[in-house]
């Protein structure tokens, strides 16, 4: 089955009208990424030279995703634009809330038990609006979305950091946040600023015991984790179409953690292979068709450093295994270099755990080349010297490396399997001991290995690697075995090498008809078919923010002042509060508990003007909201930086926040307070942050006025009765300024909908 296969014939139906008209509009050499992005905009009148990493620019991308984490309050402020369906083919991902534990079959059981009330939501809205859902075990996100949704040329966003790695298919696929997604499922242009372009040649060919994933190690520790920050991370050259599509993938997957928007590589004959392997011929045929159009134009290739923003190239045939870490995927270290790395760092070598798969490592290639390691050591009476778990990304891949018998080989060396989800990369697995703390090392192929990222265990030196290099070390037992080198000592006490790794990019044998776990959507449900368990602490109906009343703001008693850095983690931690994600009266009760008040030094600990006394921001807020005032924050430099978590803006404006006065914000956090109805504004003259004082009322005039442009008053009432006035600026535009007077963005969509009897 090929999933939303009218959308997919006609984007290429129109691609080659639009890449002339592009073409014509632009009249220059185009590279890969631009072709995608240029076909992707959403107002076609508004196509010209954009400055690369200083427009910004609104897209129509062709799909979305979500993971179950996140897509729990994406939906439920989707729900509230008042649309019959997604205005896209979406689809919905149950793979991050399951725990790691006893093995696959018993760990999804108890997932289902204690994650129950989310799914039954997804599952429910899935239905209502048209939503393609994959149940908890069909498999992680972008391994599904490379086997059924991804195709060349196309756009697609997905609320998880690794959504790029459908670049693997020659896709454009960005991780956005839950506020992003709701404008695309809605039907608004998504707003990107127009993205710079890293060229990356590969030349050669991968042998021995190199791989795809060392190609994107030795990336990584070129561009570090900033480098590719703000860019599109182009692949092309001999060495990239010799790469598998699942390689490919990989590279792009992560990509992410050189910071990049997103990777991509060139249509080439292993995307039409995938394709076809995993019943997509069609699609195959239609790319083929349009294959000029899925490459840059040949000028680039001849002259690739003047077309990109920074060129660079690789040669695979030199290329040797890479181990990165710990703590950070941009140390990266060439395996011959390890022992010296190691003893110089301190570093403790003795592996206790070797973990494969997840949605960055677990295709065929990757999961028979790791095989034919443990094959080969069995063969030579090798044992396992380290634990070792398996994750495959998708059922569809678990099914089929269970029938050609790798899993079985997994398991002879004492290999645990885990589900088809994130597990021990998200920091979903129960660990044993890991609550002790002490100093351990762990080796994996998944793609980040930051502190407590694993097992929650602070001094875990977590290292990433290639499946079979990971494989050759739980052999091993010691992290600075280099398989191409050394030795091992075999149950006969002779000294034995391991053969170097073989593997196959695709099945010979197919991928077979499994029951993959997705469930066809059942739409035109109606609201009542919404299951929310009643008294739910997870899940929770949002009700639409009131419009604006058209008048000034007066006597708003300041909430806080925040001190220095102010994060999206400050305003809305995670951890503990993940579980609150789809409840926004809960999570709001982390609002700002991480901010330092510049009064006292401490955190979520600040004056109630109410009562006189020290409460915490939540509580306060809560207390303005009830006695009808609304407040104010005020913060200093890029303000709101970090993730691009709504709930960082959702949270103020249910508390009753009305205004965030700050010296700079972040861009993203800004606009999305602006869309949630929050004004935001900034000092004319950033010294006037020093004015506030703790127990001020504010009047915020001037919003008759309110226009791109304007400034607005802030007159600040002192407790000793005197005022300071000065002025503040707005960076709304006129659409923007809609939403404010609105109540929020969504309201707008929700009132044009009823308008139009939708
Ligand atoms: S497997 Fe890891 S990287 Fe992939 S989606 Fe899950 S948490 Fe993210």
Redo the contacts with the bound molecule.
Sequence with gaps: MIFDFEMIDSFYKQLESRILEIRKKLNHPLTLSEKILFTHIYSRNHIKSFGRGIDYVDFLPDRVAM?DATAQMAILQFMMAGKETTAVPTSVHC??LILAQSGAAADLKTAGVTNKEVYDFLSSVCNKYDIGFWKPGAG???QIVLENYAFPGGMMIGT???TP?AGGLGMIAIGVGGADAVDVLAGMGWELKFPKIIGIKLTGKLSGWSSAKDIILKISGLLTVKGGTGSIIEYFGEGAESLSCTGKATIC?MGAETGATCSIFSFDKSMIEYLNATGRKDVADLARENEAHLKADSEVYADPARYYDQYIEINLSELEPYINGPFTPDLATPISKMKEEAAKNNWPIDVEVGLIG???NSSYEDISRAASVVKNALSQKLVARSEFTI?P?SEQIRAITERDGFLELFRKIGGQVFAN???P??GQWARKDANNKKVNTIIHS???NFAKRTDGNPNTYGFVASPEIVTAIVLSGKLTFNPLTDTLTNGDGIEVRLAEPEGLNLPPDGFGNIDSGYQKPVHGSDEKSIIIASGSDRLQMLSPFKEWDGKDFFNLPLLIKAKGKCTTDHISMAGFWLKYRGHLENISENYMIGALNYFNDQTNSILNQLTGSYDTVPHTARAYRESGSGSVVAGEENFGEGSSREHAAMEPRFLGVKVVLVKSFARIHETNLKKQGVLTLTFVNKDDYNKIKEDDKIDITGLSKFAPGSQITVTLAHSDGTKEKFLANHSYNESQIEWFNAGSALNIIRKSNKINGI
Excluded: E, L, Y
């Design positions: 993971q793979d991050h992680i996100i972008h998880d950091s690794h790695n997957n997840s949605c960055t994750t990304g989800a994130c597990g990369c998200i998944f793609n980040r």
